[in-house]
Nanobody, 119 residues
Framework: QVQLVESGGGLVQPGGSLRLSCAAS????????MGWYRQAPGKQRELVAR???????NYADSVKGRFTISRDNAKNTVDLQMDNLKAEDTAVYYC?????????????WGQGTQVTVSS
């Protein structure tokens, strides 16, 4: 079991910024992909941004140019810098990590952190 601890959500005005952080609390991990998803009320969970172990990133079209994902392979952490936030970014954001613990495949979700963009 690989637990993920998220932090950084909150309430922000349109145009503001927030930074989300996620840490995988387990040793002997080989992490392939780390990412952030979000789920707004009444909608399906969707990919926001993802980064591979090699540093390749991909973003949802709706956040390109505004959000930046980064990871620290040594610390097993992934951050999401969110700038120029819009009301439609309001959602619960979930960290997602997949890879190996020794030779066993794993995938884990964080508990979710609320991001609310409102004036």
């Amino acid at each position: 079991q690989v637990q993920l601890v998220e932090s950084g959500g909150g309430l922000v005005q349109p145009g503001g910024s927030l930074r989300l952080s996620c840490a995988a609390s387990r040793s002997r991990l080989r992490i392939n992909s780390m990412g952030w998803y979000r789920q707004a009320p009444g909608k399906q969970r969707e990919l926001v941004a993802r980064v591979t172990s090699g540093g390749i990133t991909n973003y949802a079209d709706s956040v390109k140019g505004r959000f930046t994902i980064s990871r620290d392979n040594a610390k097993n952490t992934v951050d999401l810098q969110m700038d120029n936030l819009k009301a439609e970014d309001t959602a619960v954001y979930y960290c997602y990590v997949e890879g190996f613990v020794t030779t066993s495949v794993f995938s884990s979700w964080g508990q979710g952190t609320q991001v609310t963009v409102s004036s």
